[in-house]
């Protein structure tokens, strides 16, 4: 069974910066694209970037595009978000998740189950 394993999580001040990390195990996920996504509280999951098998086309949502930044090392079947400029609102659980392409992880069509996700908190 395919579990995501997302770290890199904890508390930050306003403007300050973290990087996520996000290793799939049980499958090498090398040709789907890989994004992540966040939940704050009360609120729905959405969608904050996506890569794809090859790194050469990104997606963000407008919320953090300037501000994060997605990245795969595909070697160690890895992907990472570096957040910077942190705000209050991107406050949430930040999961990660596989699909066929870098728009069906804009859709949520994802390939697995959601995982335990990381804790990002921004202190204002």
């Known amino acids: 069974q395919v579990q995501m394993v997302e770290s890199g999580g904890g508390l930050v001040q306003y403007g300050g910066s973290l990087t996520l990390?996000?290793?799939?195990?049980?499958?090498?996920f090398s040709?789907?694209?890989l994004g992540w996504f966040r939940?704050?509280?009360w609120k729905e999951r959405?969608?904050?970037a996506a890569i794809n098998w090859s790194g050469r086309v990104i997606?963000?949502?407008d919320s953090v595009r300037g501000r994060f930044t997605i990245s795969r090392d595909s070697a160690q079947n890895t992907i990472y978000l570096q957040m910077n400029s942190l705000k209050s609102e991107?406050?949430?659980?930040?999961?990660c998740n596989a699909a066929v392409t870098v728009e069906q992880l804009r859709r949520s069509r994802v390939f697995?189950?959601?995982g335990q996700g990381t804790q990002v908190t921004v202190s204002s």
């Open 59 to 61: 997606d963000y949502a």
């Open 112 to 114: 697995n189950s959601w």
């Open 21 to 28: 990390s996000c290793v799939p195990s049980g499958r090498n």
């Open 39 to 41: 939940q704050a509280p």
């Open 31 to 33: 040709g789907a694209a």
């Open 90 to 95: 991107d406050t949430a659980v930040y999961y």
């Open 46 to 48: 959405e969608f904050v």
